[in-house]
Structure formats: C-alpha cells, structure tokens
C-alpha cells in the first residue's frame, strides 16, 4: 500500500509558477513510476506528466511541454511537478499517481495508487 499526499497548489496570476509535491508513504517509492494528471471542472482526467523510477525518463502532454517539469527525490521519497508560465488553461485540480506494475506511461488505468489532488488556479 503507498499513500500520496500532494501540495503546492494555489492560485497565480497567469505567466507565473508553482511547484506541486507529491509526498508518498508506505511500500518501497523507489520501485514505481510517477505520473501527474489533471482534471478541470465538468472533463476528464488527463494525463500531464509521466517520470521513471529513477528519474532518467519523463514524458509531458503536448499542452505542458516546455513549460512543465517532473523531477522526483526518492531519498525524499517525494515527486515534483515544476510549472512554469502557467496559462488560464492550466486551472485544474491536480493528481499524482504511482505505477509500479506496468511500464511508464500515460494511461491511468496503469497507476495503483492515487492522491488526493490539488487545486491549482490560474487567473488570466
């Protein structure tokens, strides 16, 4: 079992930044991949951001790249999803998620565990 506990969220004016920590406890962290999600009122769940076990891969959603980075401290046992020049569109509540059977990707039915979520707001 591996419990997830995301913050940072917030509101910021758009053009700024926040960083979104995922804090995990319970199994061994090191072993899963980590993936970031969003959903904004009244749609799905979409996939944002995907990180290898050892921080050597990520993959991004074509709507973040450039400006979103995930990174991950397994000593820490925290994930991290840096956002920078954050657009209006970006408005969502925010999910980690933590995969440790299936290779790294973007299809949430791979991911075992799941936070709680965190809402993020972006004004224009």
């Known amino acids: 079992q591996v419990q997830l506990v995301e913050s940072g969220g917030g509101w910021v004016q758009a053009g700024g930044s926040l960083r979104l920590s995922c804090q995990a406890s319970?199994?061994?962290?090191?072993?899963?991949?980590m993936g970031w999600f969003r959903q904004s009122p009244g749609k799905e769940r979409d996939f944002v951001a995907a990180?290898?076990?050892?921080?050597?891969?990520?993959d991004y959603a074509d709507s973040v790249k450039g400006r979103f980075t995930a990174s991950r401290d397994n000593a820490k046992r925290t994930d991290y999803l840096q956002m920078n020049s954050l657009k209006p569109e970006d408005t969502a509540v925010y999910y980690c998620?933590?995969?440790?059977?299936?290779?790294?990707?973007?299809?949430?039915?791979?991911?075992?565990?799941w936070g709680q979520g965190t809402q993020v707001t972006v004004s224009s």
């Open positions: 998620a933590a995969n440790l059977n299936y290779p790294m990707g973007r299809n949430q039915a791979a991911y075992d565990y």
């Open positions: 990180i290898s076990w050892n921080g050597g891969t990520t």
């Open positions: 319970g199994r061994t962290f090191v072993n899963y991949d």
